[in-house]
């Protein structure tokens, strides 16, 4: 795709929709919707063409003599290195065996994972001491046991080879000691003044303990100053309240009761605190069995289509600057504003009617979320319009911040800027964060922070904070500290250490206590001694021994209030807003590597995005049409280069290059850039990837504004997405879906156009399970698509990373995968709709036959087996499989070498070498493991008892596994649901993986 | 043009083709002899140890039970090899300068282990479960032997796959009851096939089947 011929535009691509006359629902990008031959060429391979070559400078046909030849000798080779004898192991035992643990059984501890500053609870897991692998803690009113992709990779985190690992003065290597004492040094001098030329930038706080840290230093050098910066915190949640409150509140949700929720460009279902709770609430209002017949109604404002977004039964494309103009026109509807009619925009006032009467209709049953990232008179609207329905005290609720100081986090860095630019600031201590890379662009951070004259960095990472401070400093992971964080209610978490630190960092509790008195503490006796201050009664270390294991400090969550609404919270006139041409730019944090601070985590830049499939990368997101008007609209992109067009961006006189994703479903007019890509220094899988959209962003503009322009470059960009690998056949109906009334009407009209159900006959003979037969069943209609379960995979099963390149050879190794596909036209989808794929594990597998060597086998329970030791890897399985879910080895994409990374891995998991086909295995150990437990105890294993990695982590409970031969077992029950049904069943696999059918609940005075 | 090849290879070439086969057999035959030897398992090797730790000595002689160093056996996968606290029970009170026990000593100062050599060692991709072995009646003499008669523990089985699925395809050839699982030299009070089919009833032991998927072991 070198030349311009394959940019068609949009016409082209309806033409060929409406010539070709397939009558097809469901697509996956615009290639399949026009059915370019590209396309079809991957639909019949199994690999993208690319992956043939032997390497990216051969042909294909030298590639495969060489691949041949090498093939030839590696097998003598490896015949004869099979002969050798199993080396000498050495045991070694414990000198004194800990009393709880039982070698070879994993140990759970809860603990904390924080983002923004706000806890998650976990439990980590722990094999003789390391931690492998992060699951939900189910008394954790923020997690109830689910994980979100963040928690779930932290744990690479931990063992990331890349961390900073010394104590270093401008590049000499130092011992902590050398920096207490040029700190002593430094404070001393600051103790004369008072501490005027002293200041602490962190990220945001609302650890209790810390902040009593803080206050302590604060008064002891009264004159110094705490400053906060997150570049993708609640800024305007946080102005908002300001606004509609007079004072800062902390805002949070009971999806539960909610029949009606509009979201105004809010994710809430994937990001932000809370919203593992909130899928977990708004999906068991979506399951339409076990006789439940009702479903909630979700509308959807946004610009770029969210996990949110593909749950909405009505979603309106809306630029990001609109949904201001659609929550006005919303507002007024409900009449509670006195906002325009009618404006230049009439699909925003479209439906705003039959929304208001359906709101109206759920008084105090409905819900209004206004998104993170709109400007704060959204959050007023919002907060106002939740108020005049009665929902504050039934779904919305208000406590006081969770924060220990919620100040405007924008002023606090710009008091900061200004201090550093007039040379006030002797001492600067950075505790984590990379402000030098996430600034407001127009601070100029990177020379500012040069103007402070002594720096200090605390940081996970050498990054390109750490860069210009002399002191770099290696802090602790979370699971090698001691601490405490606030959840989304205000429940207190402890935070627990699994792991002496690897490389000798601290945390930032011990980083702050060094201004203190007492300065060389233990983060243990910090946060213990300010609990222990705090308690009230009597036996304090049983009350602290029970909050440490439960992982949540009793009756902590901040005590609901009602505030009032000031009366000229929304007074303000609205404001009109003018494209003049130009393009709207759309700044949001990146659905994997956030705000840039998981950019060195392999799990989650490999883990395609969710809608766009995107990994390892950041694009300028943009609908067909825009692309089509800025000529970048491509076609081909399932050709063997995969390259896409770039852009040059040009915002307030600074400009980017970025290369062009077409997203369908997004806003016309709008580019939306992910944060947390360009990074030049952090790590090497940060380092170089992507491009920086921080540097268009401003202070005015944090989120979103009008007035960039984009211009057509001639470069192309290779870029790796997965949504056009593993393709399945999509004119077999891939997903069955339905409107609820219909479905209760007539339960069959899911599976219209489906083709005819399986013939019974079959030439396998016939097999009778009798005890468990294992099955899986896949509810779509609470799957959001978040991806949560793909890195809960990776980590179980020891999946290996394979890297960018390798990506777009299609080798990416993950077992499960998540696909979208999309219904109606290209620039506005009737829908989007996920489809989590994992092994089948066919009755009837097709895989199987094919092995000439038996190393795929069926299970006496109905597992397909995969025996890695078995394989000769000649893929024929993989050829042979439909659904396109078998991963082959072509490299060693095994790390067996780096020392730190081999503590990661899951020691019931094999660790696969090159030439290995796997795939997904229903978590095999895990069923073994209570197989065994079960049959010690002489009893059959209980329903739930097992749950496979993605299912335990999935906070929607989309997945359900189980004994399919017991008739009371959920996975039994969901099973005999009308809506169930098999992919591809028609070609008598007998899958025993099954999917209920995806249900939308419109409103039928909605016009599309 | 004169022949190249004398008249008797035509006879050598039948015989070398016809051959062939027995040829082939023979090879098979030697590989698999080989792959099964004791040289190529370590069977019957008694090996090496950074201390003489005797079995003949602690569990012949003196009758300590399996379990009381080999302690997660009946709750782990893995029947751990003691602390070194374990030894030090006793051997802070007898032989407590013997400088054969030096590395015991050492350890229990220093706080290192002592680095066993591993006698019974199955391959990475084998996953072998000690407690529901012992749980359903699987005696520790079944695999490892006369362990009470090893004055340096060897490996008495050769491991391999063949012969586990002897076992896994009929356990019954080697049940016995759970208050015999430890001891020594255990003789079955009647018919082996009997007992061992009345036990594989008794203990819900899982049909054959299921014993025998690949993935009861591998995953």
Known sequence: MSDTSNHSDLAAI???????????????????????????????????????????????????????????????????????????????????????????????????????????????????????????????????????????????????????????????????????????????????????????????????????????????????????????????ARAAASLTFGAPVNTYYDLSKADVIVSLDSDFLAQGPGSLRYARQFSARRRVQNGQTTMNRLYVAEPMPTPTGTKADHRFAFRAGDIEEFAWALATGLGVANGPKKGDNGDIYKNIGAIARDLQHHQGACLVIAGECQPPIVHALAHVINDKLGNVGQTVFYTDPLEANPVDQVASLQDLVKDLDAGAVDLLLIVGGNPAFNAPVELGMRDCLKKATLRAHLSLYDNETSELCQWRLPEAHYLESWGDARAFDGTVTIQQPLIQPLYNGRSAYQFLQMLTENPEQSDYNIVKGYWAAQHKGADFETWWRRAVHDGVVPDSALPRKKPAIHADAISSPPVKRRMGGKLEVIFRPDPTIYDGRFANNGWLQELPKPITKLTWDNAAIMSPQTASRLGVLYQGLSSPSQEVPMVELTYEGRSLRAPVWVQPAHAEGSVTLHLGYGRTRGGRAATGMGFNPYGLRTAKALWQDVGMSAKKISAMYPIATTQDFHVLDTERHAIHAGELDEYLKNPQSVHEGAEAKPRELTLYPDWKYDGYAWGMAIDLNACTGCGACVVACQAENNIAVVGKDQVRRGRAMHWIRVDSYYKGMPNLPDGIYNQPVPCMHCEDAPCELVCPVQATNHSAEGLNDMVYNRCVGTRYCSNNCPYKVRRFNFYQFADYETPSLKLLHNPDVTVRSRGVMEKCSYCVQRINYAKIESEKQNRKVADGEIQTACQATCPAEAIIFGNVNDPSSRVSKMKAEKSNYGLLAELNTRPRTTYLATLRNPNQEVES | MSQIFHRSTNTFSRITIFGAVFILAFLTWVFAELNASNYNTRATEAREQPVPFSHAHHVGAIGLDCRYCHTTVETSGFANVPPTKTCMNCHSQIWSTSPTLEPVRASFRNGTSIGWTRVNDLPDFVYFNHSIHVNKGIGCESCHGRVDKMPLTWQENSLQMEWCLDCHRQPEKYLRPREFITKMGYQPAGDQLEIGTRLRREYNIQDTRVLTSCSTCHR
């Not at chain 1, 779930?152 to 004492?181: C, F, H, K, M, N």
């Open chain 1, 14 to 236: 309806k033409a060929r929709l409406e010539a070709s006359g397939t009558g097809r629902h469901y697509w996956r990008s615009l290639d399949d919707l026009a059915q370019t031959s590209e396309f079809r060429d991957m639909v019949d391979r199994e690999f993208p063409r690319l992956a043939i070559g032997w390497s990216e400078d051969e042909s294909p046909v030298e590639g495969r003599r060489n691949f041949l030849k090498l093939m030839g000798a590696s097998l003598a080779l490896g015949g004869l290195a099979a002969c050798t004898r199993q080396p000498t192991e050495r045991i070694m035992p414990y000198i004194r065996q800990p009393e709880d643990l039982i070698p070879g059984k994993p140990l759970f501890y809860a603990t904390a994972t924080t983002l923004n500053g706000i806890a998650s609870g976990v439990l980590a897991e722990s094999h003789e001491g390391r931690p492998t692998k992060i699951e939900g803690n189910p008394e954790h009113p923020a997690t109830l046991g689910a994980c979100d992709v963040f928690s779930q990779a932290s744990v690479l985190g931990l063992y990331d080879p890349d961390r900073s690992q010394a104590i270093t003065l401008e590049g000499d290597i130092q011992a902590w000691g050398d920096y207490l004492g040029a700190l002593r040094e430094a404070l001393a001098a600051q103790k004369l003044k008072n501490g005027a030329g002293l200041r602490i930038l962190t990220e945001t706080i609302t650890s209790p303990t810390m902040a009593s840290q803080l206050a302590a230093i604060q008064k002891l050098y009264p004159q110094s100053k705490w400053h906060q910066w997150d570049p993708a915190g609640p800024h305007s």
